[in-house]
C-alpha cells in the first residue's frame, strides 16, 4: 500500500535561514511525487512536482528512490513561506489517486 | 479560466441523515476526485470519476456514493452519516485523470 510520511508536524525557521521540509514514501512501482501547499484561508494548490523538475518560489525538491525520500528545500526562507505543506504520491495502479501525508506547518519568523 | 467551486460551504447534519455535496470542475477538466480531511489530516481519496464512470476508489464504505454529470460536475452522496464523517471534504478536478489536480475550497460538514 502506498504511504507518506512527513515527520515533522511543525517546523519554524527565521528569515533567511535554509528550511528542509521532509518527504518519505513507499510505493512499489514508478510513483510520481507532489509537493502541495495551503496557505492561511486559501485552498490546497500544488506547489511543485517531481517529473517537472521545476524551480516554484524558490523551492526545489528531488526524488531519491534509494531512499525513497522527496524532501522540500529552499536556500533562504521567508516570511510569506508560512503556510502548511503536505507531500503527496501518485501513480501505477493507483493512478490519479493522491496518497497525501499528514502535512508539516511551516512558520518563518521575521 | 473558472477554477473549482464546491456548495455548500458549511453543513450540519444529524446522524443517520444523508448528504449531497456539488463540485464544479475546472474549465477543460473531464476527471473529478474527492477526497475527505479529518481535522490534523492530510485529504484521503474517497473517489474519482472519469468521463462519467468511477475511476478509482479509496478505502471507503460503499454508504460513500457519488455521480459525475455530462458537463463534468460531480456529486458526493453519503448516507447513514456517523459522526466520524465530519470533516472537509474536498473536490479536486484534472485533464483525462492525470498529474496535476486542482482543488476546490471544501465543503465543512458537521455531523451532530
Known amino acids: 500500500a502506498q504511504r507518506v510520511t512527513q515527520p515533522e508536524k511543525l517546523l519554524s525557521v527565521f528569515k533567511g535561514a535554509p528550511v528542509e521540509l521532509k518527504c518519505n514514501y513507499s510505493?512499489?512501482?514508478?510513483?510520481?511525487l507532489f509537493w502541495y501547499v495551503q496557505y492561511s484561508r486559501q485552498r490546497l494548490q500544488l506547489l511543485l512536482r517531481h517529473i517537472s523538475r521545476e524551480s516554484i518560489k524558490g523551492f526545489t525538491a528531488d526524488l531519491n528512490k534509494g531512499e525513497t525520500s522527496f524532501h522540500l528545500k529552499k536556500p533562504f526562507a521567508q516570511e510569506e513561506d508560512s503556510a502548511m505543506y503536505y507531500c503527496a504520491v501518485a501513480g501505477g495502479t493507483s493512478y490519479g489517486k493522491l496518497t497525501f501525508g499528514q502535512g508539516t506547518i511551516l512558520t518563518v519568523h521575521p | 479560466e473558472t477554477g473549482v467551486t464546491q456548495s455548500p460551504t458549511h453543513l450540519i447534519k444529524t446522524r443517520g441523515q444523508q448528504v449531497t455535496l456539488r463540485c464544479s470542475s475546472q474549465?477543460?477538466?473531464?476527471?473529478v476526485s474527492w477526497y475527505q480531511q479529518a481535522l490534523g489530516q492530510g485529504p484521503q481519496f474517497i473517489f474519482q470519476?472519469?468521463?462519467?464512470?468511477?475511476?478509482g476508489r479509496g478505502n471507503f464504505p460503499p454508504r460513500f456514493s457519488g455521480l459525475q454529470f455530462p458537463n463534468y460536475s460531480s456529486e458526493l452522496n453519503v448516507n447513514a452519516l456517523e459522526l466520524d464523517d465530519s470533516a472537509l471534504y474536498l473536490c479536486?478536478?484534472?485533464?483525462?485523470?492525470?498529474?496535476?489536480?486542482?482543488f476546490g475550497p471544501g465543503t465543512r460538514l458537521t455531523v451532530t
Open positions: 479536486a478536478s484534472s485533464r483525462e485523470g492525470l498529474g496535476e489536480q486542482y
Open positions: 474549465s477543460g477538466h473531464n476527471t
Open positions: 510505493y512499489s512501482g514508478s510513483p510520481e
Open positions: 470519476y472519469y468521463r462519467e464512470e468511477e475511476n
